[in-house]
């Protein structure tokens, strides 16, 4: 690992360099080891890969993970015909997990489409094989859907906890990032895609300023369809997921708590540097560098920065509205640009109860929502929500 040399940039997420000397392709990889302790894949498997991918060339990087993705589909269906059911199920939530990471640099339009549908498929067999308390749903949203999964607790009496995810993820890869440690620690879990997320911008949903709209209709769904109760739900956002909670957090009425990994109630500040940022960089892109640019334009609606910009202009969120108890998450290589975000957002907050949590390098979870270090996010979350409901 080597610390940054270089200015951060607007949108850093990771204050060293891991493996990769492209920094999204460093991001996304660090990734794929973050989730190897939920049941994606493990160290070994994940620099197996690596060793496969040419830094910076974003189709290299698709290849290898979705091979790898076939690879560990082979092995379930193996094992899975030898009576070997959890193994099998093992191997299968490998499969989505190298199908996952495969699409994070694959280009917009059918070969994202076509590797999110193994993705999709792998996950809900590998739920089915580890007897995962899973039942997924789809919420009717503008004559779409938005999809999730509800994962019930043993308990009756456990809360809710409702994990909203950013711009690079999708429902399933939160049961990777924090949803399986939270059912583990006690907690009825939801996870779904809002407008923009997943593959939902391929029905022509986009991000929407007014996030807490989509938010509140899925706490509706929760309480109507799977029996959480009001008071005892708490949103968890993560990444953009941090400015739609924020949002949430100043109009949905339901809520015990509210935590963002990082707050994040200005994205429109982000886009804008970045695509400065962008604009005056030297050189050329690298083509994962230019994918993670289409991808963010695919799920905000636009085709190039200028749109961007447009559409992403009403995202502001108003902390005076917020008196939740709220907790903020921090990682210390995080850009200024978040950190300072995060910072103003919980004082200027009014709830009488609220938390600043902020990690260095020796927590080993100081990157972008403790991308380096999941449990520690788990940790903070659920120390939290146990304080707050009692438990």
């Known amino acids: 690992m080597e610390p940054q040399t270089e200015t951060p940039r607007p949108d850093q997420r990771l204050a060293r360099r891991y493996h990769f000397n492209d920094p999204d392709m460093d991001l996304f990889f660090v990734a794929a080891l973050g989730w190897g302790p939920a049941g994606g894949l493990d160290v070994g498997q994940a620099f197996y890969v690596a060793s496969r991918i040419t830094d910076g ?38 499969a989505f997990a190298s199908y996952r990471s ?13 590797i999110y549908a193994k993705h999709q498929l792998a996950f809900a067999t590998a739920m089915a094989e580890l007897d995962m308390p899973a039942t997924f749903f789809e919420l009717p ?36 990032t924090i949803g399986r440690n939270l059912l583990d620690r006690g907690y009825s879990v939801a ?16 991000w929407e300023p007014e996030a807490e709209r989509p938010i509140s209709m899925v706490i509706d769904l929760l309480i109507e369809r799977f029996g959480a109760v009001p008071g005892r739900i708490a949103l968890i956002g993560l990444s953009l997921g941090g400015y739609f909670v924020t949002r949430a957090a100043g109009h949905e009425t339901r809520l015990a708590t509210v935590i963002a990994s990082t707050p994040f109630p200005d994205p429109a500040q982000m886009f804008a540097l970045s695509v400065r940022s962008a604009t005056e960089r030297a050189g050329m892109p690298s083509a994962a560098a230019m994918r993670s640019r289409l991808t963010t ?24 509205r917020v008196t939740v108890p709220f907790l903020s998450i921090l990682g210390g290589g995080d850009s200024p640009v978040f950190a300072r975000q995060a910072r103003d957002w ?5 709830a009488t109860l609220k938390s ?20 520690r996010l788990a940790q903070e979350c659920c120390g939290w929500m146990d304080d707050i409901f009692g438990r």
């Open 297 to 320: 334009f695919w799920k905000a609606g636009a085709t190039n920065g200028q749109e961007l910009l447009k559409r992403t202009a009403g995202m502001v969120a108003d902390p005076t």
């Open 102 to 114: 495969a699409w994070q640099f694959a280009m917009p339009g059918p070969q994202f489409a076509a």
């Open 57 to 94: 060339e974003a189709d290299t990087w698709v290849q290898a993970f979705a091979d790898y993705g076939d690879v560990q589909n082979a092995q379930a269906d193996a094992w899975k015909r030898r009576g070997w059911k959890r193994a099998a199920g093992e191997a299968r939530l490998k």
């Open 141 to 176: 949203y503008q004559d779409k859907a938005l999809p999730g999964v509800f994962l019930r607790h043993a308990d009756p009496d456990a809360p809710t906890a409702l994990v909203i995810g950013g711009a690079d993820t999708c429902f399933e890869d939160l049961f990777l």
């Open 191 to 206: 996870l779904v895609d809002l407008p923009g997320q997943g593959i939902t911008q391929a029905q022509g949903l986009h």
């Open 356 to 375: 600043f949590v902020l990690l260095d390098e020796a927590t080993g979870a100081d990157g972008h929502v403790q991308i380096n270090n999941r449990l």
């Open 346 to 350: 919980h004082q200027r907050i009014p």
